[in-house]
């Protein structure tokens, strides 16, 4: 039930287009990608009330949209991150008295927490970078199959997030003390501050393509396209070159993404005897709760810890005959 009070704040309101252009413009976010997922999550439900020709939405409004994206099949995750958005921007409009908050009422979606994303193995990451290798050296005057490789190489080497590729920058690349290091924007940091050591193998990938390029400022990974040269390729398009190269392989199920080939680079790192500690500083997650979901791909097959146990015996026992 509407009270008095709230239809008369409803009555006074602007459009909600000019609400949403006010809060995304007077709001701090943590980072600017922050700022890009809540700008497009909330032009998508302008849309809906363009489309259902509501002026002034109310409790069932917001429950409508939720109830009608699930129906579409949003995953979980993607209507619990509406759920937030909605949520803080009615939030803002009822604190700046320009709207009741209309989202009061959204529940909380239960997301699983089981690991839904998984590594495509170490033979699937040989396979993924042969390919990508194969495409080039076919075509080594084809700046996008160079670039596709070197992404792709980096992804799995280093860990790199889709977004951390797009907005490396060449100011980002240093050398301290004779070893190169590439500074990337860790996950809600607006700076890039988070260090990764490039070993040598992986510098000379990375260095290959920049010397095709030519170019020695801006993004580092960038559109060789007519329409948009040397424009910052954006992690959306990162994303589908990647699945389109794990297709390729024959990795079709939807637990394969780009962000799969960061769980590979970890779970190698692990199985080849990484410690949790040194995997959650090469993936900079900020707990090392983050970072034991990795845990789970250690299995009986691919558990290295008994090795290490014979090695440190090292009681000649092999050398014995029965």
Known sequence: MITELKQKMMDDAPSHKELVETYLGSTEFRSINTEKVY?????????????????????????????????????ARTLQLV?????????????NE????????????????????K??????????????????????????????????YLMLHIGLRTVEVSNADFSNLKTIEGKRFLFVKGK????????????????????????KRKLTEGAIFVNHSNRNPNGRIEPKIISKIVKQHLRAIGLNDDIYTAHALRHTCAAIAIANGATIQQVQQLLRHKSIETTTIYLREITPENN????????????????EEE
């Open 119 to 152: 590594s495509i193995g170490l033979d699937n990451a040989k396979k993924l970078i042969e390919l990508c290798r194969k495409e080039y050296k076919e075509d080594p005057k084809n700046l996008v199959k160079l670039r596709n490789y070197t992404m792709i």
């Open 188 to 211: 809600g940091h607006n700076d890039p501050d988070d260090a990764i050591r490039l070993e040598p193998k992986v510098y000379q990938v990375l260095n290959r393509y920049i010397k």
């Open 304 to 319: 290295p810890s008994q090795g290490y146990i014979e090695r440190a015996f090292d009681d000649g026992e092999e050398n």
């Open 39 to 75: 700008g497009s999550t909330l032009k998508r439900y302008l849309n809906y009330l363009e489309e259902k020709r509501i002026d002034k939405p109310n409790e069932f409004t917001t429950k409508a949209y939720k109830k009608e994206l699930r129906a579409k099949g949003l995953s």
């Open 83 to 95: 759920t937030i958005v909605l949520k803080g921007f009615y939030s803002w409009c009822l604190d």
């Open 98 to 117: 320009l709207y009741p908050n209309m989202a009061r009422g959204l529940q909380n979606e239960k997301i699983q927490k089981d690991f839904k994303r």
